[in-house]
C-alpha cells in the first residue's frame, strides 16, 4: 500500500477517487513543490514543446506551491472538457482508462520527499499535475489522451493491454516531438525528470526513431532507469491520426509477431540525432 492509500484508506469512493484535502498540505509539502517546479522551469525552457509551456501558463500552475485541483479544473474544463480527480496512487487498469475515457485525469495528490528529488517509481502529485495536466489543454492532445482511455477499455476486455501500455508509455510519458527549432519534450515522464530532460534530448546514447505505431507496440520498455529508445513525432495530429484506428487487427498481428528489445534498431527505423547541448540547467 503506498503512502497515497495509507493517508486516506476510508474516504476512497468506488471509482478510486477522493478529496484532495489541499488545505491539508504543509508549508514543507509546497517548499517541495515550489523547489521542483523552479528546477523545471530552468531545464524546460528550451527543451519542451511549446505547447507544454502554453499550457501550464494557461492553467497558472506556478511555483507558489502544489495547486488545487478543482482550481485547475475549472480552467481547464472552459478549453478542453477535461478535469482532474484525486487518487491515491496507481489504480486498476479499468478504472484509470474509464476516467480518461471519460476526460477525467487521475492524479495522485502526495508529493515526493527530499529523499526522492531525482527519481521515485509511483507518480506523485509533481509528475501528474505538472508532468500530465498542461499539455491536456492542447485540444488535439486532449482528443489523444480520451481516444487512448476508449482504446484501454477495449484491450482491457480483450487482454491486450501488453501492446497498449506501450503506445501510453513511448507517447504520454517518454515522447518527443519534431520542431522547426530541434526536438523537444512532450511525455510527462520526461518533463516532469531533472535528467532525463537533458539525457533524451542530447545523450549520444539513446535511440531516437521516427513514431511508427506498430513499431512502438512491439517494443519492450524499461520502468527503472532512463529509456534506451524515444519515439519522435512530428505533430499532435500525427500522434491523433496514427492511432484512430480500431486496433483489434494491429492486435492479432502482434500477437505472432516477436518483440523488440527495448535498445533495438532495425534497418527500416528513421533515426533523429540528438540536440546541440542546451543551456546547462542546475
Ligand atoms: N493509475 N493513477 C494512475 N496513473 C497511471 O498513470 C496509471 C494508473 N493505472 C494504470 C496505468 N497507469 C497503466 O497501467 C496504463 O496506462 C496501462
Ligand atoms: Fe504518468
Known sequence: MTQGYRDHAAEIRDDFTRDQHWEKLTQEEHAIWRFLFERQARILRDRAVPAFIDGLSGLGI???????FERLSDVLEKTTGWRIVCVPGLVPDDVFFRHLSER????????RTREQLDYLQEPDVFHDIYGHVPLLMNPVF????????QAGLRADARHCLHNLARLYWYTVEFGLIATDDGLRIYGSGIASSK???????????????????R????TRYRIDDFQETYFVIRSFEELFEETAQDFQPIYDEM??????GPGD??????????NPPGAEAA
Open 255 to 260: 500477437a505472432s509477431a516477436g518483440d523488440y
Open 104 to 111: 477525467r485525469f487521475p492524479s495522485t495528490s502526495f508529493i
Open 215 to 218: 513499431r512502438v507496440m512491439r
Open 142 to 149: 486532449a482528443d489523444y489522451m480520451q481516444a487512448y482511455g
Open 265 to 274: 534498431v532495425l534497418p527500416e527505423d528513421r533515426l533523429y540525432q540528438p
Open 195 to 213: 535528467g532525463e530532460s537533458i539525457y533524451a534530448l542530447e545523450d549520444r546514447r539513446p535511440n531516437r526513431l521516427g513514431f511508427d505505431l
Open 62 to 68: 506556478a511555483a507558489d506551491g502544489v495547486p488545487e
